[in-house]
C-alpha cells in the first residue's frame, strides 16, 4: 500500500510547516523537520505543499518535490492562529485541494474542507496545568484542541500516555490515534575525556555540571530546577555547577524570585539556545541531565541524553518512566530532596553510573527519527485511503 501512493504521482499532501524557522527549532519544530525531512527523500514522487506563515529559508525546502507556500499572516497569537487556519489555511486549500492536510502542531480548520485533516497532538498539557500559560493562549488551546481533535480524521501522538490522555480527556476513539513517537537526532553521540575537559575549561571553571535543556516554561519545574540543585551543592556537593541551555521566552517572577533567593546561585550558568554540534558537547560533557517535569508529552532531551552517553534524572510524572524505562533515575517533580539525592547518587556513584549509560543507550535504539517518520506516513495512508 505504501509503496502503490509513494508512485502515484497525483498525490499530494499539504503540511502546516509554521514551526520550521531557521535557528530556533525545538520540540514541535525538531518533530516537523525530521519528519519531512525522511518522507521527503523517501518519496520522491509525491508532492509536498509546506504552508509557511512568513518567508522561508531554503534550507526547509528538502527537495524538487516540496513546493513552499506563504501564508499571511505570522501567526504568533490567539486572534492571528484563528485568522490562520480559519481563513487563510481553508481559502488554500479550497481553492488547491490536496489529498490530505498534516498538521504537526495539531492546529486544522474547523471549517468544512474536502481534504482530510491529520493533527499531532503532542500533549494536552494546558488541560491538566492551565496556570502553567497566559490567560488568552489558555482560553484558545481550551476551546479549539479538543475540536481539533473531533475534526481530524486522525490523530498522531508521541507517546501512549498522551493517546490515553486524549482519550480520556476529549472522549477521542482509541482507534483514530496513532502513536509515533519522537526521536532524537544522530549527531548526538558519546565524546573523548579530552572534549569533555575542554567543554568544561570553557563553560563551567573546569568544574563537573549538571544540565537542563529546554523551554523556560513553568511546566518544565524550573522552580524545581533551582531549588533541588541549591540543595545538592549546601547537602552533598559544592564543587558542581548547573548549566541551563534554552532562553528566557518564558521567564516567570517565581522563577525569578526562585532564581534570587538560591544560596548558590552563581553556580547557575545560562548559556542561551544551543544547537547541533555545540549542543551535542555540552550534553555529553554533563555529569547528567536534570529534566524532571511536571508535564512532557513525550521528553526529547532524555533520549538525547542516552544518545550522548549522559545519565539521566526524570520525572515520575506523565509520559517520562515511558521514555526513560529502565534506563533512568525517577524523582517526584516535587521531592526536592530526592532530586538532589539522585544527583548526589549520579555524581558519586561510578556504578550506577556505567549502569545507566549501558541501558541508555539500548533504550535510545527505540526513539528514531526514522521509526517516528514511518508510523507518521503509515498515519498518512489510513487517512488517504479510508
Not at 525538531?30 to 514522487?45: A, E, V
Not at 504537526?104 to 474542507?113: A, E, I, N, T
Not at 508521541?158 to 496513532?178: C, E, F, M, R
Not at 532524555?302 to 526513560?324: D, H, N, Q, W
Request: aromatic share 14%; charged share 25%; glycine share 4%.
Amino acid at each position: 500500500m505504501c509503496d502503490k501512493l509513494a508512485k502515484n504521482f497525483q498525490v499530494r499532501i499539504a503540511v502546516n510547516t509554521r514551526f520550521l524557522l531557521p535557528g530556533r527549532l525545538e520540540g514541535i519544530g525538531w518533530f516537523t523537520y525530521h519528519t519531512l525531512k525522511i518522507l521527503t527523500d523517501k518519496y520522491p514522487d509525491v508532492r509536498f505543499t509546506f504552508l509557511f506563515d512568513r518567508p522561508w529559508d531554503e534550507e526547509f525546502v528538502f527537495g524538487p518535490n516540496v513546493t513552499p507556500v506563504k501564508l499571511f499572516p505570522p501567526a504568533r497569537h490567539p486572534l492571528l492562529w484563528y485568522w490562520y487556519f480559519e481563513h487563510s489555511v481553508h481559502t488554500y486549500l479550497q481553492r488547491h485541494p490536496h489529498d490530505v492536510f498534516l498538521s504537526p502542531d495539531g492546529y486544522m480548520s474547523l471549517r468544512h474542507c474536502s481534504t482530510p485533516q491529520i493533527a499531532v497532538i503532542h500533549d494536552i498539557n494546558f488541560e491538566h496545568h492551565p496556570e502553567f500559560l497566559p490567560p488568552l493562549v489558555r482560553k484558545y488551546y481550551r476551546y479549539f484542541f479538543p475540536r481539533f481533535a473531533h475534526k481530524a480524521k486522525k490523530i498522531a501522538t508521541v507517546s501512549q500516555w498522551s493517546k490515553n490522555d486524549l482519550t480520556a480527556t476529549y472522549g477521542v476513539p482509541s482507534d483514530k490515534i496513532h502513536v509515533v513517537y519522537n526521536g532524537a537526532s544522530e549527531i548526538f553521540k558519546p565524546i573523548s575525556e579530552d572534549e569533555k575537559r575542554a567543554v568544561q575549561t570553557k563553560v563551567s571553571q573546569g568544574k563537573p555540571f549538571f544540565i537542563f535543556i529546554g523551554a523556560f516554561n513553568p511546566r518544565k519545574n524550573i522552580e524545581g530546577l533551582f531549588r533541588s540543585f541549591d540543595l545538592f551543592c549546601s547537602k552533598y556537593m559544592e564543587d558542581y555547577r548547573l548549566v541551563v541551555v534554552g532562553e528566557k521566552m518564558h521567564w516567570t517572577h517565581h522563577m525569578d524570585q526562585t532564581y534570587l533567593a538560591m544560596q548558590h546561585r552563581e553556580k547557575v550558568l545560562f548559556v542561551g539556545r544551543k544547537q547541533g554540534e555545540e549542543l551535542n558537547q555540552l550534553l555529553a560533557s554533563a555529569e547528567a541531565l536534570w529534566f524532571v517535569s511536571h508535564f512532557e508529552g513525550f521528553g526529547i532531551p532524555v533520549v538525547e541524553a542516552f544518545r550522548a552517553g549522559v545519565p539521566v534524572i526524570t520525572s515520575t510524572a506523565t509520559s517520562l518512566p515511558e521514555v526513560g524505562g529502565d534506563a533512568a533515575l525517577y524523582c517526584s517533580p516535587n521531592d526536592y530532596e530526592l532530586i538532589a539525592q539522585s544527583m548526589y547518587r549520579i555524581a558519586s556513584d561510578e556504578s550506577l553510573r556505567r549502569t545507566l549509560i549501558s541501558k541508555g543507550f539500548e533504550r535510545a535504539e527505540l526513539f528514531t527519527w526514522k521509526n517516528t517518520a514511518d508510523r507518521l506516513w503509515n498515519t498518512v495512508l489510513e487517512a488517504v485511503e479510508k
